[in-house]
């Protein structure tokens, strides 16, 4: 009896030991499975190879994922690849504001728009602010080149007047902040004080005219609640002259009055002085082109849509001789005044080449907060000829910059003749 209990006891125990060695086994091959799988996913040849087809990968779950080997010709899409395997299956957490500013900041600084920026909520906030006072209160009037930021005129009797800032001067940094470009938003934003409160700012002047040697200064500015007399006029010699500062708002009806007291006064021929005109409303070029073309194309627009184009609107108020004064600050909307001008035999344009920034930026709000800016639309000359890069060269050349004025006044006086 002794040796049937040990016998069967002893066949219990085998019988335990085969069931554990099974499960073992079992659990083996399940690991040996998922590992494989994990070998093998994505790799379609040896997948084939094997008898099996791709694995299908859940979109919903995980927007813009896709099977090892495919890929999308969409950033967001491998972004959106990207942030699906964090939010599936990462461990750790990611701040989406700084994620967000980093991952625009690359994408932006791989693109050829040399105007394109990201501006972060609390960023885009201070520039809606600024906007409303482009002289910033310091009395200058600031233009863009390629993204970099430049003095393009000085008003006169301004804090930056008597501090001797120059047409030309570049910002280095602003109350010890610096940066390798400012762009125009960027120096706005930064320039924003109340009346009365101060400025450091230090500059750059380019001493060649490469701009490969240059000098820098600093100035403590305070701030002026002053407005600026965006346009003026004067007559010399039977020679009306017309002098912008900005392209504003009210810029065409202004002129409009400055050809008729300037006509009251013994004008017989004009001088428009575009120098250092940062460029401002289209709408108020058109107009004022308007003031001395009777009818045809003023300016051509090329957009991702195709190419518009705005004409006079048969309002001209002269048909005097017209001399049109430019430099090679003579920027963006200003250009498009000058080349119609000339383009249509309507002016003859003295001085030097003018900037060449014959582009449009917007600033495009983001649904999650912030700004964009981009290059939206370039100008083209009645002719369709690109202004961006180019600019308009003068008929006749006047370098001198002290004796431009008394060039143009010249050629008017002749076309009296």
Same mark, same amino acid.
């Given at each position: 009896?002794?040796?049937?209990?040990?016998?069967?006891?002893?066949?219990?125990? /085998?019988?335990?030991?085969?069931?554990?060695?099974?499960?073992?086994?079992?659990?083996?091959?399940?690991?040996? %499975?998922?590992? #494989?799988?994990?070998?093998?996913?994505? /790799?379609?040849? +040896?997948?084939?190879?094997?008898?099996?087809?791709?694995?299908?990968?859940?979109?919903?779950?995980?927007?813009?994922?896709?099977?090892?080997?495919?890929?999308?010709?969409?950033?967001?899409?491998?972004? #959106?690849?990207?942030?699906?395997?964090?939010?599936?299956?990462?461990? *750790?957490?990611?701040?989406?504001?700084?994620?967000?500013?980093?991952?625009?900041?690359?994408?932006?600084?791989?693109?050829?728009?040399? &105007? +394109?920026?990201?501006?972060?909520?609390?960023?885009?906030?201070?520039?809606?602010?600024?906007?409303?006072?482009?002289?910033?209160?310091?009395? %200058?009037? !600031?233009?863009?080149?390629?993204?970099?930021?430049?003095?393009?005129?000085?008003?006169?009797?301004?804090?930056? $007047?008597?501090?001797?800032?120059?047409?030309?001067?570049?910002?280095?940094?602003?109350?010890?902040?610096?940066? *390798?470009?400012?762009?125009?938003?960027?120096?706005?934003?930064?320039?924003?004080?109340?009346?009365?409160?101060?400025?450091? =700012?230090?500059?750059?002047?380019?001493?060649?005219?490469?701009?490969?040697?240059?000098?820098?200064?600093?100035?403590?500015?305070? !701030?002026?609640?002053?407005? $600026?007399?965006?346009?003026?006029?004067?007559?010399?010699?039977?020679?009306? =002259?017309?002098?912008?500062?900005? =392209?504003?708002?009210?810029?065409?009806?202004? %002129?409009?009055?400055?050809?008729?007291?300037?006509?009251?006064?013994?004008?017989?021929?004009?001088?428009?002085?575009?120098?250092?005109?940062?460029?401002?409303?289209?709408?108020?070029?058109?107009?004022? #082109?308007?003031?001395?073309?009777?009818?045809?194309?003023?300016?051509?627009?090329?957009?991702?849509?195709?190419?518009?184009?705005?004409?006079?609107?048969?309002?001209?108020?002269?048909?005097?001789?017209?001399?049109?004064?430019?430099?090679?600050?003579?920027?963006?909307?200003?250009?498009?005044?000058?080349?119609? +001008?000339?383009?249509?035999?309507?002016?003859?344009?003295?001085?030097?080449?003018?900037?060449?920034?014959?582009?449009?930026?917007?600033?495009?709000?983001?649904?999650?907060?912030?700004?964009?800016? &981009?290059?939206?639309?370039?100008?083209?000359?009645?002719?369709?000829?690109?202004?961006?890069?180019?600019?308009?060269?003068?008929?006749?050349?006047?370098?001198?910059?002290?004796?431009?004025?008394?060039?143009?006044?010249?050629?008017?006086?002749?076309?009296?003749?």
């Amino acid at each position: 009896m002794d040796t049937f209990k040990q016998t069967a006891k002893a066949a219990s125990k /085998n019988k335990h030991n085969a069931s554990i060695v099974k499960i073992l086994g079992a659990c083996i091959f399940v690991c040996l %499975v998922f590992c #494989a799988g994990f070998l093998v996913r994505g /790799n379609t040849e +040896l997948l084939s190879a094997m008898g099996l087809s791709s694995f299908d990968v859940d979109s919903e779950v995980n927007p813009g994922m896709t099977v090892s080997g495919d890929t999308y010709n969409s950033l967001s899409a491998r972004v #959106a690849e990207v942030d699906g395997v964090l939010t599936q299956n990462g461990m *750790d957490e990611y701040d989406l504001s700084q994620a967000t500013s980093n991952v625009l900041s690359a994408f932006l600084s791989s693109s050829n728009d040399p &105007y +394109l920026r990201y501006y972060d909520e609390q960023s885009y906030q201070a520039y809606l602010a600024t906007t409303k006072n482009p002289e910033a209160g310091i009395g %200058v009037l !600031f233009g863009e080149s390629d993204g970099d930021c430049f003095v393009a005129d000085v008003l006169e009797s301004s804090p930056a $007047a008597a501090a001797g800032v120059q047409p030309g001067d570049h910002v280095v940094s602003i109350d010890g902040v610096s940066k *390798d470009a400012w762009s125009a938003p960027d120096v706005l934003n930064a320039l924003s004080r109340e009346e009365g409160e101060s400025v450091f =700012i230090i500059w750059s002047r380019p001493s060649s005219e490469s701009g490969e040697d240059e000098t820098t200064y600093s100035t403590s500015l305070t !701030f002026s609640s002053d407005s $600026a007399v965006n346009v003026t006029h004067e007559v010399q010699d039977s020679v009306g =002259i017309i002098k912008l500062s900005q =392209i504003t708002s009210d810029s065409a009806s202004l %002129v409009s009055n400055a050809l008729s007291v300037s006509a009251s006064e013994g004008a017989h021929s004009y001088v428009l002085d575009l120098r250092d005109v940062p460029g401002g409303y289209l709408t108020q070029a058109v107009d004022i #082109a308007s003031l001395f073309i009777q009818s045809g194309e003023v300016v051509q627009i090329e957009t991702a849509e195709g190419v518009t184009t705005r004409s006079a609107d048969g309002s001209s108020v002269t048909t005097a001789p017209l001399v049109v004064l430019v430099n090679g600050r003579t920027s963006g909307c200003a250009e498009v005044l000058a080349a119609a +001008l000339q383009e249509t035999g309507r002016a003859t344009v003295v001085g030097t080449t003018t900037l060449g920034k014959g582009s449009v930026q917007i600033m495009q709000p983001l649904s999650f907060g912030g700004a964009l800016r &981009y290059t939206a639309a370039y100008y083209l000359t009645p002719n369709g000829r690109q202004l961006d890069g180019n600019g308009v060269s003068p008929d006749i050349e006047a370098n001198n910059a002290n004796t431009q004025e008394s060039v143009a006044i010249d050629v008017a006086r002749s076309l009296n003749n």
